[in-house]
């Protein structure tokens, strides 16, 4: 996980009081991250509200997501086609 940022860290970045910060996470509009003992802010979650979208993966890593998920797709309609033909063959015993 990237570095964690505290309520200092984010009312810097923000250029806010870190009062506005405690108010924000208050009402919701900024969530910590859970299960820690001290209050910290994933950057990524940040960014997002900030409007900056960050990217999971690296233009590499997402080519071969892109390339897998074609074989996967080809792989699925291949299987549903032969489930069509088993079911098709079928159908004369099953209405019996």
């Known amino acids: 996980m990237n570095n964690l940022l505290t309520q200092q860290d984010l ?3 923000w250029q806010v009081s ?3 910060i405690e108010s924000y996470r208050k ?5 910590p991250v859970p299960g820690i003992p ?3 802010f994933n950057p990524q ?9 960050l ?3 690296s233009p ?3 080519k071969k ?3 897998e998920i074609e074989v996967l797709e080809q792989e699925n309609e291949k299987l549903k086609g032969i489930l069509s033909q088993a079911l098709a063959s079928l159908a004369p015993v099953i209405n019996l």
């Open 65 to 67: 997501f892109e390339r």
């Open 27 to 31: 009402e919701g509009i900024i969530t």
């Open 60 to 62: 590499l890593e997402r």
């Open 11 to 13: 009312a810097k970045r």
């Open 55 to 57: 990217e999971r993966f």
């Open 45 to 53: 979650h940040i960014a997002e509200l900030e409007g900056t979208k």
């Open 18 to 20: 870190v009062k506005a």
């Open 38 to 40: 001290s209050i910290r």
